[in-house]
């Protein structure tokens, strides 16, 4: 069964400074990745997402993630934080099946200091 | 830009209520999902539809839950007699295409309230 770590439940970072929310995945093949964040009461909007090929993906807003295989590892990284950027953020594996389900970490929520 | 749409954005309930919770995919999206979280919990899959039939559900999605697409723009989820612990935010999602490597594109979600 596929599930998803996010170790930090919180995180809090300095606007300016850089940003690494980690996300550990268990899967028995080759993931789909993801991360989404989630503004309070909002939905959830996708950040950026892994299937296949370079193992650093751009996302939008700034960020990337980096999977890497041998750490079983999808990190998010953001070189400079802006105060926007205060939210909960979402790792999630895709089920490489036709039902597409994902499942989600717990989720990081962050906060930003001025 | 098209978007998930999802009605209505707070429902409140008494406990053995049914409720029913609306959503409008993207037009052209053929897959669709149910997912929910209770609050300050983790987002869980309850149900993927695909050509008028559930493809998969997960155990919560119980006999208490069902799955319809009336009409050519509608999704909805009822849940026949809601207990507290359905209090939750439900979202909606769509793709294009199956497997989750299409994006699933998620509505702003139902906030379900359960007295």
């Known amino acids: 069964a596929q599930s998803v770590t996010q170790p930090d439940i919180h995180i809090t970072v300095s606007e300016g400074a850089s940003l690494e929310l980690r996300c550990n995945y268990s899967y028995g093949a080759t993931p789909y990745l993801f991360w989404y964040v989630q503004s309070p009461g909002q939905g959830l909007q996708l950040l950026l997402k892994y299937f296949s090929g370079d193992t650093l993906v751009q996302g939008i807003k700034g960020f990337e993630a980096e999977f890497k295989r041998s750490q079983s590892s999808f990190n998010l990284r953001k070189p400079s934080v802006h105060w926007s950027d205060a939210a909960e953020y979402f790792c999630?594996?895709?089920?490489?099946?036709?039902?597409?389900?994902?499942?989600f970490g717990d989720g990081t929520t962050l906060t930003v200091k001025p | 830009e098209p978007e998930v749409t999802q009605t209505p954005s707070h429902q409140v309930t008494q406990m053995g209520q049914e409720v029913i919770l609306r959503c409008v995919p993207i037009s052209n999206h053929l897959y669709f999902y149910w997912y929910r979280q209770i609050l300050g919990q983790k987002v869980e899959f309850l149900v993927s539809f695909y050509n008028n039939e559930i493809s998969e559900k997960s155990e919560i999605f119980d006999d208490q839950f069902s799955v319809e697409r009336p009409d050519g723009s509608n999704f909805t989820l009822k849940i026949r007699s809601t207990k507290l612990e359905d209090s939750a935010m439900y979202f909606c999602?769509?793709?294009?295409?199956?497997?989750?490597?299409?994006?699933?594109?998620f509505g702003p979600g139902t906030r379900l309230t359960v007295l």
């Open positions: 999630a594996v895709g089920a490489r099946t036709n039902a597409g389900k994902s499942t």
């Open positions: 999602a769509s793709s294009d295409e199956a497997g989750s490597y299409n994006e699933q594109f």
